[in-house]
Structures are given as structure tokens and as C-alpha cells.
């Protein structure tokens, strides 16, 4: 099956082929017969003949053929984590070009052909009349491989452990409970599972995008275009999936993904010297075949409840439900129209644009739980079946959002030096869904509380107002001024309403032909009105009190100030010599914030140096910087919020990310060409937490490996040019990678509480050697 889906784009694209070979034919005919006789009869000059029409010529170039072999060491996903360099012929590159009559231009571009990651391109047409545009697209992505789970799927969405298991380990904890119920600990836990994980089946997490987009263009060239389009991505594979019966009980399972987004455009635009209007339509459709998870709970093989039954299997409890279940992303539809203007007058210019999104979603509900030793209780205390969803107040999601986005510019130039530019930016969310109430809730199908619950539709409306004013001081020579207010107003959120006063400079010149600097300078100062910590009950029928520290402050919704900062020289000594450096900022302050985001800073650093002095040699070395450093803070506090603060806690991340590289393309001969090029990366963060002695937690301990990543390539490649037609070539790569991360220190495939999947995306080295031929013709 799978060489079959390999060859379906060559059977689309070779079914093009035979059409535009067709069609070049069909201008070959000859007149037909009845045709010469009527020309015969008739009496008129005779006229010189005319040359038969001329059908398509074609030309390859390139078609690259080679072969390669590659190794690892280990079976980690991150070596081909977007990409196939699995040992094998490959094509790399095939170009086909082809003119036919009527200046109709046909070029078929391949690339990595039948691999997993390949792609088909073909365009098309007569340009400026009209272009046909056809491409698949295939992206890999591989999360983990070699991972174990006890879960076999035996069906769409349905994962089952064999019920021996399920009744030995049910049997084992319920001996043990009834003897000692502190017992029922990890230790025991991942004794009585270890023969079970010993033999557990193998799974690696990846899915694989399959994207189709074709395009039909007439007339672009012309005053009134207008333009087809048709898309549609096919996502199929697995990712993991984070699952729960309670706090002791988290469950990492392979989420199955079965999507298909399917998208339809059509558009139409009238251009004059001036002015031009754009107007159209699109439509979106996403749908998941697989929307529904259901999993067996590995210490249950019969449902059981209890008020305790959500830690369970612990010391409190060793009941809760059989079976887990999830709803899965829903299956939704999109309708999208939208209308583009530009015009000239005078001095002046105006663009606008207008676009309203409508997005709709009416999934079927899943039931509370499918624990059928709980019974729900209604607003009314009458009790039901909480495992029946025709229990549910509604029945399905009846979800509607729309969307309006309006843009507007408006400038104009004074002399020969200023020129002057308004813009405005709106931006509406409007949750049109209705809200739903719910007797209750069940807690990791474990257990029914009878705390009503009330879904929220949240909404937003985000305005930018602007003017910027530039001058230019002399000859290529520009400084400019800007001043934007954006305001936001939420519902159902923290806080109704925001204000940030943005101010910016901006100052660009080249004032000689070797040198030239941009540069500018943001500075922004949001506040906002009266936060509402009680707002985040409004899921909450009746709110038993705000559970959130009442000082703390969402980073989207807090009193901010900003400094954005960029410059960026390029220097040319001469022709040969290249000098690029910059240096780009942006520090962000939540003074007003005694808990939460309180700084997130970033600051990096690039250069590059090239030589080129000639088609024979280029020589290029870069080396780029990036540091950030976050500070949070919070009280540690239990279901009521703490107020000692002893309980305070601090963390405060540090993050650096190091690039450096170097290339060198040589001409050794007319004949030999030589490239070779080195990569190295480190990304190195270290968390520092500390908590006062005294309080809850009284001591913090960080961290150094937050998130310590390196990489290192080598890439080199030898190419011998046989004829004017054809070259030989010889490459080769070789890759190191270290992750050295608290995320993957002591990973294991029991942990206490949790039980994982545990794929492998973790060191590697390995190298890729290859041979191949390109050939033009």
C-alpha cells in the first residue's frame, strides 16, 4: 500500500503530461478532408504555404540520479525528525521544461521523488494570460521512536489492554489495600507493572502531511484577473496524547490523527493605472476521522467510585473507572469573505482592506464519563445515567464565532522631503455560542461533583490607531517618527479593557554605496483597567471564591512597558569583501505584577563575513547570539490562596542560544568544484528557584540543564563536470547531537503517578554518504 501512495503523484503528474502532449498534437493536425475540398472549389489566389504549427520541445534540466547510505547510532527521532535520509536510490532533483505554441510554457519541478518527503510542482499556461499551478506537498514529522505502551488499538480511537492484565493488576492492589493500604505505593505499583512494560509493545510517534494545492490565474496581467484555488491537506499518524483517571493515575497514550482540511477559493481583481479593487471568497473545512479516545485504565478492570477515587491507586482509594475517554479536536467549517482597495490622488494614497470570518462547530457531546458506577445528580437532585448522552442538557457543541478585520492606510508626501502615513487596525472576535449550564462534573471519571459549571464564550475586540511622519534628511537618508495607541476590551476575561501607548524612531541611510544602517527604537506602555480576579470563576455557576492569588497578574492582561530596539550595518569595503552585523532587543517590565510574568527580556547578537573575489571562490562565516532571561513569581498556596510569604517563590530562567557556521565554495579546476560547510548550536538554560526558609516549599532547588541542546554538522561535497551536459558528484554529512534536559533526566516508562510512552528523541550521531549524477538535456 504504501508504494501505491508513493505512485499517486506520478500518475497526476504523467496524466498532465499526456494532456499537454495532446493538446501540442492536436495543433499538429492536419486540415480535415471536407475542409480541403471546401478550399479547393473556391476561387481566390492561391497563398504561400504556411509552416505546420510547431507542437511542445522539452528539456530536462537538471535530472540529479544518485544513491546514498546512511547510519546512526541510536534510534533517535530527532535524526530524521522532518526529513528521509534513509539509505537508498534517490532522485533529488528532476526539472522538466517545456514552450509550445502560443508562447504556453509548461516546468514539472521534483524533488526527493518518492520519498517521504517529497514534492511535485508543476505550473502551467501562457504568462500574463493564464498559469495552472499544481503541487503535493509531503512533510514528515517524527516525534519518538521505540516508544512501549500496554494499550493495543483495536480500533479507530480505541485502545485496550488485554483483560488478563487488567485483572491481575486490579487483583494485586485490591490484596494489597485490604492488608495494608499504605502499600499502594510506588514501589508496589511499578513492581507488579515492570513484567508487563518488560513485554510491551513498541510504538513511535509521527504523522505525515500530505498537501495538494492547485491554482488557476487568468488574465493577471490584464485589468481584470481573476484566480481559482483549491487546497486540501491530508494528516494521518499519531502524537502523544496526555490522558488522566486522577493525581496518581496520568496515562501518556498515542493520540491517533486522522485529519483532513480541505479549502476552496475564488477571487477576482480590477487593476487601473491608479487604483485597483480585489474581492473574494473562501471556504474551509476541517474534519477529524478519528475525534473520539477511548482507553482502558491499567489498575481497573470493573468501574468503581468513591469520594476519594480521584488519587487513586493510592493510600485513599483504589477505585475509579474502567475506561477513559477524550474528545478529540472537533470537525469545524470555515466561510471567509474579503475585500482589498488601493488608490492614488494627487499626493495622497489609501489601501484598505475588509475580511469577515465566519467559523462554525456543532460536534456531537460526549457523555460526563463512562464510569457506570456513578450516577449524576440534576440541578433538580433527581439522579440519571451520566454514561448516556442524551443525559447531557445539549446535545451537540452549537459553537459560532465570527470574525471582522478592517485595515485602512492613508499617506501622503510634503515636497520633496516628508511624507506623512495614518493606519488603523480592527480586529473583532465574537463568540456567538450560547452558554450551556451542567448540573455537574465528573473528575477524572472518577468521581460526580455536584458544582455547577456554565461554558463561557469569550470574546475580543484588539484597535491600532497610528501615524508615523518620516523625513528625508539627504540622499537615501531616512528618519521617521510614529505614535500608536492599541486598545483592547475582553469579555469574560480578567480585565474589560487595555491601553498601550507605543512610541517609535526609526532611522535608515546608505550614504555611500559601501555602507548602509537601519535602525529603530520602540517604546511601549500598556495599562490597563481594574483586574478582576473573580472573573476566572465565570465557568462556575455558583463561585465559591477566587482561587488565584488576588495580586496576580496575567502576562497578557498586566500593566507592561517595553523597549524594542534593532540595528543592522552592512558594509562592502570592495567587491569582494561583505560585512553584515546587527544587534535586536526587547526588554519587557511587569513592574505593576507583585505575582506572575515579572520580566521577559531578549537581546541578540548576528555577524557575517563573506569573500568573493571572483566565480571561483566564496568563502562566508556567521555567528549569531540570542539571550533571554524571565523572572516569575508566585506563593505557593493550597485551595484557599496563602497569605504568607514565606510561601513566596522566585524563578528566574536563563536562556542562551549560540550559532556559529562556516562555508566555502572553490572552483579547484573547470572541472572539480568543492563545497563544504560547518554548523554548530548550543542552546544552554539554567533555572535558579529559591523559596525563604520557613514556608511551603522551604527550599527551592533549581536547575542547570532547563534546556541544554547541541548540534553539530559537517557537510562537504566534490563535483566533477564530465561534459557540458553532465557532472558526477561525490557528498557526504555528518551530525552530532546532544540533548542534555531535565525532560528527558530519569525517564523511564513507570514514573510515580504516571505511566508514559517514552519514544526516543534523544542523542544521536550519524552520517550520510552519497554518490549522484546530475544530468541536462
Same mark, same amino acid.
Given at each position: 500500500?504504501?508504494?501505491?501512495?508513493?505512485?499517486?503523484?506520478?500518475?497526476?503528474?504523467?496524466? @498532465?503530461?499526456?494532456?499537454?502532449?495532446?493538446?501540442?498534437?492536436?495543433?499538429?493536425?492536419?486540415?480535415?478532408?471536407?475542409?480541403?475540398?471546401?478550399?479547393?472549389?473556391?476561387?481566390?489566389?492561391?497563398?504561400?504555404?504556411?509552416?505546420?504549427?510547431?507542437?511542445?520541445?522539452?528539456?530536462?534540466?537538471?535530472?540529479?540520479?544518485?544513491?546514498?547510505?546512511?547510519?546512526?547510532?541510536?534510534?533517535?527521532?530527532? =535524526?530524521?525528525?522532518?526529513?528521509?535520509?534513509?539509505?537508498?536510490?534517490?532522485?533529488?532533483?528532476?526539472?522538466?521544461?517545456?514552450?509550445?505554441?502560443?508562447?504556453?510554457?509548461?516546468?514539472?519541478?521534483?524533488?526527493?521523488?518518492?520519498?517521504?518527503?517529497?514534492?511535485?510542482?508543476?505550473?502551467?499556461?501562457?504568462?500574463?494570460?493564464?498559469?495552472?499551478?499544481?503541487?503535493?506537498?509531503?512533510?514528515?514529522?517524527?516525534?519518538? %521512536?521505540?516508544?512501549?505502551?500496554?494499550?493495543?488499538?483495536?480500533?479507530?480511537?480505541?485502545?485496550?489492554?488485554?483483560?488478563?492484565?487488567?485483572?491481575?493488576?486490579?487483583?494485586?492492589?485490591?490484596?494489597?489495600?485490604?492488608?495494608?493500604?499504605?502499600?499502594?505505593?510506588?514501589?508496589?505499583?511499578?513492581?507488579?507493572?515492570?513484567?508487563?512494560?518488560?513485554?510491551?509493545?513498541?510504538?513511535? @510517534?509521527?504523522?505525515?502531511?500530505?498537501? @495538494?494545492?492547485?491554482?488557476?490565474?487568468?488574465?493577471?496581467?490584464?485589468?481584470?484577473? =481573476?484566480?481559482?484555488?483549491?487546497?486540501?491537506?491530508?494528516?494521518?499518524?499519531?502524537?502523544?496524547?496526555?490522558?488522566?483517571?486522577?493525581?496518581?493515575?496520568?496515562?501518556?497514550?498515542?493520540?491517533?490523527?486522522?485529519?483532513?482540511?480541505?479549502?476552496?477559493?475564488?477571487?477576482?481583481? =480590477?487593476?487601473?493605472?491608479?487604483?485597483?479593487?480585489?474581492?473574494?471568497?473562501?471556504?474551509?473545512?476541517?474534519?477529524?476521522?478519528?475525534?473520539?479516545?477511548?482507553?482502558?485504565?491499567?489498575?481497573?478492570?470493573?468501574?468503581?467510585?468513591?469520594?476519594?477515587?480521584?488519587?487513586?491507586?493510592?493510600?485513599?482509594?483504589?477505585?475509579?473507572?474502567?475506561?477513559?475517554?477524550?474528545?478529540?479536536?472537533?470537525?469545524?467549517?470555515?466561510?471567509?469573505?474579503?475585500?482589498?482597495?488601493?488608490?492614488?490622488?494627487?499626493?495622497?494614497?489609501?489601501?484598505?482592506?475588509?475580511?469577515?470570518?465566519?467559523?462554525?462547530?456543532?460536534?456531537?457531546?460526549?457523555?460526563?464519563?463512562?464510569?457506570?458506577?456513578?450516577?449524576?445528580?440534576?440541578?433538580?437532585?433527581?439522579?440519571?445515567?451520566?454514561?448516556?448522552?442524551?443525559?447531557?442538557?445539549?446535545?451537540?457543541?452549537?459553537?459560532?464565532?465570527?470574525?471582522?478585520?478592517?485595515?485602512?492606510?492613508?499617506?501622503?508626501?510634503?515636497?520633496?522631503?516628508?511624507?506623512?502615513?495614518?493606519?488603523?487596525?480592527?480586529?473583532?472576535?465574537?463568540?456567538?455560542?450560547?452558554?450551556?449550564?451542567?448540573?455537574?462534573?465528573?473528575?477524572?471519571?472518577?468521581?460526580?461533583?455536584?458544582?455547577?459549571?456554565?461554558?463561557?464564550?469569550?470574546?475580543?475586540? !484588539?484597535?491600532?490607531?497610528?501615524?508615523?511622519?518620516?523625513?528625508?534628511?539627504?540622499?537615501?537618508?531616512?528618519?521617521?517618527?510614529?505614535?500608536?495607541?492599541?486598545?483592547?476590551?475582553?469579555?469574560?476575561?480578567?480585565?474589560?479593557?487595555?491601553?498601550?501607548?507605543?512610541?517609535?524612531?526609526?532611522?535608515?541611510?546608505?550614504?555611500?554605496?559601501?555602507?548602509?544602517?537601519?535602525?529603530?527604537?520602540?517604546?511601549?506602555?500598556?495599562?490597563?483597567?481594574?483586574?478582576?480576579?473573580?472573573?476566572?470563576?465565570?465557568?462556575?455557576?455558583?463561585?465559591?471564591?477566587?482561587?488565584? @492569588?488576588?495580586?496576580?497578574?496575567?502576562?497578557?492582561?498586566?500593566?507592561?512597558?517595553?523597549?524594542?530596539?534593532?540595528?543592522?550595518?552592512?558594509?562592502?569595503?570592495?567587491?569582494? =569583501?561583505?560585512?553584515?552585523?546587527?544587534?535586536?532587543?526587547?526588554?519587557?517590565?511587569?513592574?505593576?505584577?507583585?505575582?506572575?510574568?515579572?520580566?521577559?527580556?531578549?537581546?541578540?547578537?548576528?555577524?557575517?563575513?563573506?569573500?568573493?573575489?571572483?566565480?571561483?571562490?566564496?568563502?562566508?562565516?556567521?555567528?549569531?547570539?540570542?539571550?533571554?532571561?524571565?523572572?516569575?513569581?508566585?506563593?505557593?498556596?493550597?485551595?484557599?490562596?496563602?497569605?504568607?510569604?514565606?510561601?513566596?517563590?522566585?524563578?528566574?530562567?536563563?536562556?542562551?542560544?549560540?550559532?556559529?557556521?562556516?562555508?566555502?565554495?572553490?572552483?579547484?579546476?573547470?572541472?572539480?568544484?568543492?563545497?563544504?560547510?560547518?554548523?554548530?548550536?548550543?542552546?544552554?538554560?539554567?533555572?535558579?528557584?529559591?523559596?525563604?526558609?520557613?514556608?511551603?516549599?522551604?527550599?527551592?532547588?533549581?536547575?542547570?540543564?532547563?534546556?541544554?541542546?547541541?548540534?553539530?554538522?559537517?557537510?562537504? !561535497?566534490?563535483?566533477?563536470?564530465?561534459?557540458?551536459?553532465?557532472?558526477?558528484?561525490?557528498?557526504?554529512?555528518?551530525?552530532?547531537?546532544?540533548?542534555?534536559?531535565?525532560?528527558?533526566?530519569?525517564?523511564?516508562?513507570?514514573?510515580?503517578?504516571?505511566?508514559?510512552?517514552?519514544? %526516543?528523541?534523544?542523542?544521536?550521531?550519524?552520517?550520510?554518504?552519497?554518490?549522484?549524477?546530475?544530468?541536462?538535456?
Amino acid at each position: 500500500m504504501r508504494t501505491t501512495c508513493r505512485n499517486k503523484p506520478f500518475l497526476l503528474l504523467a496524466g @498532465l503530461l499526456l494532456l499537454a502532449g495532446a493538446g501540442s498534437a492536436t495543433a499538429q493536425e492536419t486540415t480535415k478532408p471536407q475542409d480541403k475540398a471546401e478550399e479547393t472549389a473556391k476561387a481566390a489566389p492561391a497563398e504561400p504555404a504556411k509552416e505546420p504549427a510547431k507542437g511542445f520541445t522539452f528539456r530536462v534540466d537538471p535530472l540529479v540520479l544518485g544513491v546514498l547510505h546512511s547510519h546512526v547510532d541510536t534510534n533517535s527521532s530527532k =535524526w530524521q525528525e522532518y526529513r528521509d535520509v534513509s539509505s537508498g536510490f534517490v532522485i533529488p532533483k528532476l526539472r522538466l521544461l517545456g514552450e509550445g505554441p502560443g508562447d504556453r510554457e509548461l516546468d514539472l519541478n521534483a524533488e526527493n521523488v518518492r520519498r517521504e518527503d517529497a514534492r511535485y510542482t508543476l505550473t502551467y499556461g501562457i504568462p500574463g494570460r493564464y498559469e495552472f499551478l499544481l503541487d503535493y506537498n509531503k512533510i514528515p514529522h517524527h516525534f519518538g %521512536n521505540d516508544g512501549h505502551m500496554l494499550w493495543t488499538r483495536t480500533g479507530p480511537g480505541r485502545l485496550e489492554i488485554a483483560d488478563p492484565v487488567q485483572a491481575a493488576l486490579q487483583g494485586a492492589i485490591t490484596t494489597q489495600f485490604a492488608a495494608n493500604p499504605a502499600g499502594i505505593n510506588f514501589a508496589f505499583l511499578n513492581r507488579i507493572l515492570s513484567p508487563y512494560l518488560a513485554t510491551a509493545q513498541a510504538i513511535s @510517534l509521527g504523522l505525515e502531511r500530505n498537501r @495538494l494545492l492547485a491554482q488557476l490565474d487568468l488574465g493577471r496581467l490584464g485589468p481584470l484577473s =481573476w484566480g481559482l484555488e483549491f487546497d486540501h491537506e491530508k494528516r494521518t499518524g499519531n502524537r502523544a496524547f496526555g490522558g488522566s483517571f486522577g493525581f496518581s493515575n496520568a496515562t501518556e497514550l498515542p493520540e491517533p490523527i486522522n485529519y483532513d482540511t480541505t479549502g476552496a477559493q475564488l477571487a477576482g481583481e =480590477w487593476n487601473t493605472a491608479t487604483s485597483g479593487l480585489s474581492l473574494g471568497y473562501r471556504y474551509s473545512k476541517f474534519e477529524n476521522n478519528v475525534s473520539t479516545l477511548i482507553w482502558d485504565n491499567p489498575f481497573r478492570a470493573t468501574p468503581a467510585t468513591d469520594p476519594n477515587a480521584y488519587t487513586a491507586p493510592g493510600a485513599g482509594s483504589i477505585g475509579g473507572s474502567n475506561l477513559g475517554i477524550a474528545d478529540l479536536a472537533a470537525s469545524n467549517r470555515a466561510d471567509v469573505l474579503f475585500l482589498r482597495g488601493r488608490t492614488r490622488f494627487g499626493s495622497w494614497f489609501a489601501n484598505g482592506s475588509a475580511s469577515y470570518d465566519s467559523m462554525k462547530q456543532d460536534d456531537p457531546l460526549l457523555p460526563y464519563t463512562l464510569n457506570s458506577a456513578i450516577t449524576g445528580i440534576n440541578f433538580d437532585g433527581s439522579k440519571f445515567d451520566p454514561t448516556n448522552a442524551s443525559n447531557l442538557p445539549v446535545h451537540t457543541a452549537d459553537r459560532k464565532t465570527d470574525a471582522t478585520a478592517l485595515n485602512a492606510d492613508l499617506g501622503t508626501r510634503f515636497g520633496q522631503s516628508l511624507d506623512l502615513t495614518f493606519r488603523y487596525r480592527y480586529y473583532d472576535l465574537n463568540n456567538k455560542a450560547p452558554r450551556v449550564s451542567f448540573p455537574g462534573y465528573v473528575r477524572f471519571d472518577a468521581v460526580w461533583e455536584a458544582i455547577g459549571r456554565i461554558t463561557v464564550p469569550y470574546s475580543y475586540t !484588539r484597535q491600532n490607531a497610528s501615524a508615523e511622519l518620516g523625513w528625508d534628511l539627504a540622499h537615501a537618508t531616512r528618519l521617521a517618527f510614529s505614535l500608536e495607541r492599541e486598545s483592547w476590551s475582553r469579555k469574560f476575561r480578567e480585565i474589560r479593557s487595555s491601553d498601550e501607548n507605543i512610541w517609535k524612531a526609526t532611522f535608515d541611510t546608505r550614504p555611500v554605496s559601501w555602507f548602509s544602517l537601519r535602525s529603530s527604537y520602540l517604546y511601549g506602555d500598556r495599562s490597563i483597567g481594574r483586574y478582576d480576579v473573580e472573573a476566572a470563576e465565570d465557568s462556575f455557576i455558583v463561585s465559591s471564591g477566587a482561587t488565584n @492569588l488576588p495580586d496576580l497578574r496575567k502576562f497578557d492582561q498586566a500593566a507592561r512597558k517595553r523597549h524594542v530596539y534593532n540595528v543592522q550595518g552592512q558594509l562592502f569595503p570592495s567587491d569582494t =569583501w561583505n560585512l553584515f552585523v546587527g544587534l535586536t532587543g526587547n526588554d519587557q517590565k511587569f513592574d505593576q505584577s507583585l505575582f506572575g510574568l515579572q520580566k521577559d527580556d531578549t537581546t541578540s547578537y548576528n555577524a557575517e563575513i563573506s569573500y568573493s573575489p571572483g566565480d571561483h571562490l566564496n568563502l562566508f562565516v556567521f555567528a549569531d547570539r540570542q539571550d533571554r532571561k524571565v523572572r516569575q513569581k508566585a506563593r505557593q498556596s493550597g485551595a484557599t490562596p496563602s497569605t504568607n510569604p514565606l510561601d513566596d517563590w522566585t524563578a528566574n530562567l536563563t536562556e542562551t542560544t549560540d550559532t556559529l557556521g562556516a562555508g566555502l565554495t572553490s572552483k579547484l579546476s573547470s572541472r572539480w568544484t568543492l563545497d563544504l560547510s560547518a554548523n554548530w548550536s548550543r542552546a544552554d538554560g539554567k533555572a535558579d528557584l529559591f523559596s525563604p526558609p520557613g514556608g511551603s516549599p522551604d527550599v527551592a532547588t533549581g536547575f542547570n540543564n532547563y534546556d541544554n541542546v547541541k548540534l553539530f554538522s559537517l557537510l562537504g !561535497r566534490f563535483d566533477y563536470r564530465l561534459n557540458k551536459s553532465a557532472r558526477a558528484g561525490l557528498f557526504g554529512r555528518w551530525e552530532d547531537y546532544r540533548i542534555n534536559s531535565f525532560i528527558l533526566q530519569g525517564l523511564q516508562s513507570y514514573l510515580p503517578g504516571a505511566l508514559l510512552l517514552n519514544p %526516543n528523541y534523544g542523542d544521536y550521531r550519524g552520517s550520510i554518504v552519497g554518490l549522484d549524477m546530475t544530468l541536462s538535456f
